[in-house]
């Protein structure tokens, strides 16, 4: 079993910073992906980043340039660096871990940006 726990979601004014820190536990090895969703009221759940074991990284268009992700496999741990915040980022963040081919999420963690 994987379990994941998000923090460090909160309100901040547009054109400010959130870190997102995800906390991987359980029984595993070699994780695949991890990564960051999020889903706004009203909408599906949308790829934010991804980043494989490889340490390739894929990002969403809309946060390219001002989201960063980062993985530290000794500690299990995947982070979401989001500077630049529109009040379009606004929504519920889940953290994202590809795993055996089985795909786990974290509880989520609201972010709100204010215009």
């Known amino acids: 079993q994987v379990q994941l726990v998000e923090s460090g979601g909160g309100l901040v004014q547009a054109g400010g910073s959130l870190r997102l820190s995800c906390a991987v536990s359980g029984t595993f090895f070699n994780i695949n992906a991890m990564g960051w969703f999020r889903q706004a009221p009203g909408k599906q759940r949308d790829l934010v980043a991804v980043i494989a074991n490889s340490g390739s990284i894929d990002y969403a268009d809309s946060v390219k340039g001002r989201f960063t992700i980062s993985r530290d496999n000794a500690k299990n741990m995947c982070d979401l660096q989001m500077n630049s915040l529109k009040s379009e980022d606004t929504a519920v963040y889940y953290c994202?871990?590809?795993?055996?081919?089985?795909?786990?999420w974290g509880q989520g963690t609201q972010v709100t940006v204010s215009s």
């Open positions: 994202y871990v590809n795993y055996l081919s089985k795909a786990y």
